[in-house]
């Protein structure tokens, strides 16, 4: 897809400031949300979407990362209809129903723990995310299952965004 950012760790320390810090280092909750609009067909400058988290935490402002809960208010905001996900075993169901998703999940590496924020859709090769390892350069697919690719990585606290393009109609 055009534009979609695959992989943060590649974007110059110099653009797109994130707080202190680059967005290459926290910049995983901006990311989400603008390749989740591209995946719908909308564009918002990064800028933009960079402005509203980092007001999201008037002290922090996204030097250690996005709110949890940013990437919903910010598409309810947008007049988008979303829903959060908090059961693992109606993720498969709920991608396939969205337009696009937002995964929020912590990870694990020995005694190192961290977040990450992904936009994720299924298509009919099944779950692709977009910006999920350090060595990504285009979209990962994740299998056909999206509950067997996080179990399977270990992830835990997961919360999918689902989220509606709001220019359909309402079913």
């Known amino acids: 897809m055009k534009d979609l950012i695959y992989n943060q760790t590649q974007i110059p320390k110099e653009q797109w400031r994130y707080g202190l810090r680059s967005s290459s280092a926290t910049g995983c909750g901006w990311i ?6 591209k995946l719908m067909g909308y564009h918002m400058d990064p ?9 999201m935490l008037p ?3 996204g030097t250690t990362g996005t709110v949890a809960f940013a ?3 910010c598409f ?9 996900i908090f059961a693992r075993n109606r993720f498969d169901e709920c991608v396939r129903q969205a337009d696009a998703c937002i995964l929020f999940y912590y990870w ?3 005694f190192k723990v961290g977040a990450h924020f992904v936009a ?3 298509t009919d090769q099944g779950f692709i995310g977009y910006n999920t390892y350090k060595t990504s350069d285009g979209p990962d697919f994740y299998g056909d299952s999206l509950e067997a690719f996080l179990k399977k990585r270990g992830y835990f606290g997961t919360v999918l965004l689902t989220i509606r393009d709001k220019r359909k109609k309402k079913s």
């Open 32 to 37: 989400a949300t603008y390749n989740a609009l």
């Open 47 to 55: 800028e933009k979407i960079i402005r509203r988290y980092e007001r």
């Open 59 to 61: 002290l922090l402002h």
């Open 71 to 73: 990437p919903a208010a």
């Open 76 to 84: 309810r905001k947008w007049g988008f209809p979303v829903e959060l």
């Open 108 to 110: 694990r590496n020995r």
């Open 120 to 122: 994720l859709h299924h």
